[in-house]
């Protein structure tokens, strides 16, 4: 059975156990490291507001763009919204992490926290776009080639 926009194949669960543990293992060691950092807390709030927001804004894309596939309707100020708030925070942690007074590994670690998290947002939020849509006891989607 083919997955088609219509009637979507249900992900195997190992794909959702892997982008949950990719979204819990991102976001926890972003938090983890920030709780430990010895940094002034307006800038620890600063980070994480940067990892909530980011976080928020890849799920609002991966909607829209998902929407658009779909032939539902979204409108272009949306869309453009959506892809505006998704890379701001990018921007926003590079240019904090770019002046803040920490060692290089660290930077590398928050850096790569983040994109993790983000990463793992997005395809937590389509797993469950693709099992709330996908009809009871589908197929689960296999790649033929």
Known sequence: MSPTAAT???PSAAFV????????AGMGGFLVGLFNATMALNEKGYYFTVLMFGLFAVISLQK???????????TGLYYGLAWFATLLPI??????L???????????????????SLF??????KNTR????????SAVAVDAE
């Open 130 to 137: 693709d099992m709330g849509a996908a009809p009871k006891g």
């Open 120 to 125: 793992g947002a997005i395809a937590v939020q």
């Open 64 to 74: 829209t763009v998902r929407d658009q596939l779909e032939k539902i309707p979204v």
């Open 8 to 10: 979507p194949a249900r």
């Open 98 to 116: 770019w002046h803040a007074t920490l060692t290089l590994s660290e930077k590398g670690f928050y850096g790569m926290a983040f994109l993790l």
């Open 17 to 24: 156990a892997a982008s949950w543990f990719a979204l819990l």
């Open 91 to 96: 921007a926003l942690l590079v240019i904090g």
